[in-house]
C-alpha cells in the first residue's frame, strides 16, 4: 500500500509542464547560432560531439531515472558505427576501386590479411535497408543478452558497473585481436560515399550536422516521454526503494531490460551518425576509456537532466578539445579530476546548478517585472454615509411628535 501511494502521487511531480522554450532555445543554438558562426570544420567537430550526446541521453534513462550504471555504453554506440561502416565500406569497395588488389571487390584491409572472399556476415550489408536495421537491431539485440542474463540474476549496482566494462574491454580485444574481418586497430577507414553520395564534401558535411541534429531531438523527445510517463516513475520507484517494487506485483527486470535497451538503441544511433560524419570508425570508441568519458558528459550536465546531457556533452568535449591540444598527455588526468569535482561539489551536475542559482533568480526577476508593469489599484472614494441616531433619541422624538397630535 505504500508503493502504491508513492507511485500514484508521483504523476503530481511529473505532470509539471514541459519548459518547452528551453529546448526551443537549444534548437537556436544548434539550427541557427551555430551554423552562422562556425566555419565547417568546426561545426563538423560539433556534430562529432553531438553524437555522443545520444549516449549521454541514454544514460540519463539507464542511470538517472533507473540508477543503471553501464560503464560499457561504448560497445553499443561501437557496434552502430561499425554496421554503417561496414555497408559504406562495401559501396567503396566496388572491383573498379579495387581492381589492383590481388582479390578485387573485398575490402582492402581484407585484401592485406590474404582472405579471398567476403566472410559471409559481411554479406547482407550490401543492402542499405538491411543496414539502417542492423544499427539498431545489432546494439539492441545484444543489450537485451547482457540484461537478460544480468538482471533476471538481480545484479546490478557496482557489480553489473564492472560487468559492462569487463564486455568493453572483452570487445575491444576481439576486434583487435580479428584484424582480417574488422580493420583490427585501425579500424574500418576511407569510407568515401553514401548510396553514391559524397560525405566528404561541405554540402554533404552541413547536411549530415543538420540530419544529426534532428535525429538527436528525436531521441531528445522519445525520452523525454519515457521520462514522465507512468513507466518513467515506476524506473525512479526502482531506483530508490527496489523491493518495495517487486513485492507490488511488478517485474523488475523486465523494466531494467527494456530501458538497458533503449539506451542501446540511442548509443548505436549515435555512432552510426559519428561513422558518417568522421568517415571512420575504430577500436578506441569501444572500449573503457569512451565508456568512462560518456558517463562524465551525463555527470557533468547532470544525470536526472535531459537537456544537461546535450550540454554537458558539448561542454566537456570543448574542453577535451582546448586542453588536449596544449596538455594532450594530461587530458586523461583532468578528465579524472572532472569527475571527483563533479561528484563532490554538484552532483546533479550543470542542470542542479541551474535549478539552485540561476532559475530562482530568473523567476523572482520575471516576477518583478510583471509587479512593476502592473497597475496600481484604484484607490476606493470614501463615502459618507449618515450616521445612525440613537435608538433612545429617536424613540423621544416620536413620542414627542405623537404627544403633538391633536386629539
Not at 543492402?127 to 539502417?132: A, E, K, N, R, V
Not at 559524397?198 to 522519445?222: G, H, K, P, W
Request: net charge neutral.
Amino acid at each position: 500500500m505504500m508503493m502504491s501511494s508513492q507511485i500514484s502521487a508521483a504523476p503530481a511531480q511529473n505532470s509539471s509542464p514541459v519548459d518547452w522554450w528551453k529546448y526551443l532555445l537549444l534548437a537556436v543554438i544548434l539550427l541557427l547560432v551555430l551554423p552562422l558562426a562556425l566555419d565547417i570544420f568546426r561545426l563538423n567537430l560539433i556534430g562529432k560531439y553531438l553524437t555522443y550526446a545520444f549516449v549521454a541521453i541514454g544514460l540519463v534513462l539507464c542511470w538517472g531515472c533507473g540508477g543503471i550504471l553501464s560503464l560499457g555504453q561504448g560497445v553499443f554506440f561501437g557496434l552502430g558505427g561499425y554496421c554503417m561502416a561496414m555497408f559504406l565500406k562495401l559501396e567503396a569497395s566496388n572491383p573498379e576501386a579495387t581492381a589492383i588488389q590481388s582479390t578485387p571487390g573485398i575490402p582492402d584491409f581484407m585484401d592485406w590479411n590474404q582472405l579471398t572472399e567476403l566472410p559471409w556476415f559481411w554479406q547482407p550489408f550490401h543492402s542499405l535497408s538491411f543496414t539502417l536495421l542492423a544499427v539498431i537491431a545489432v546494439p539492441v539485440i545484444f543489450a537485451f543478452i547482457i540484461g537478460v542474463a544480468m538482471f533476471t540474476r538481480r545484479v546490478g549496482g557496482v557489480y553489473f558497473a564492472i560487468i559492462t566494462q569487463a564486455i568493453a574491454a572483452i570487445l575491444t580485444i576481439l576486434i583487435i585481436g580479428q584484424q582480417g574481418y574488422t580493420g583490427g586497430v585501425n579500424g574500418i577507414t576511407d569510407l568515401r560515399t553514401f548510396v553514391g553520395w559524397d560525405i566528404r564534401t561541405e554540402s554533404a558535411q552541413y547536411l549530415l550536422y543538420f540530419v544529426n541534429v534532428a535525429l538527436l531531438f528525436a531521441c531528445l523527445f522519445a525520452a523525454l516521454y519515457i521520462k514522465r510517463c507512468k513507466l518513467g516513475r515506476l524506473l525512479v520507484a526502482m531506483r530508490e526503494k527496489e523491493d518495495r517494487v517487486r513485492f507490488s506485483g511488478y517485474n523488475v527486470a523486465s523494466f531494467k531490460i527494456f530501458v538497458f535497451c533503449i539506451g542501446a538503441a540511442f548509443a548505436a544511433i549515435g555512432g552510426a551518425m559519428f561513422t558518417l560524419q568522421v568517415g571512420f570508425m575504430s577500436p578506441s570508441f569501444v572500449g573503457i576509456v569512451p565508456s568512462i568519458e560518456m558517463v562524465i558528459f551525463c555527470a557533468v550536465g547532470g544525470r536526472l537532466s535531459l537537456l544537461g546531457a546535450v550540454y554537458g556533452t558539448l561542454l566537456v568535449n570543448l574542453a577535451k578539445t582546448s586542453f588536449s591540444e596544449s596538455f594532450p598527455e594530461l587530458w586523461l588526468f583532468a578528465m579524472g579530476a572532472l569527475f571527483i569535482g563533479v561528484v563532490l561539489a554538484f552532483p546533479d551536475g550543470l542542470a542542479g546548478l541551474y535549478q539552485t542559482y540561476i532559475q530562482p533568480w530568473f523567476k523572482h526577476f520575471i516576477n518583478r517585472e510583471k509587479v512593476g508593469l502592473t497597475p496600481p489599484a484604484p484607490i476606493p472614494e470614501k463615502t459618507t454615509t449618515p450616521a445612525k441616531e440613537p435608538v433612545t433619541s429617536s424613540l423621544s422624538s416620536s413620542l414627542e411628535e405623537s404627544r403633538n397630535v391633536p386629539a
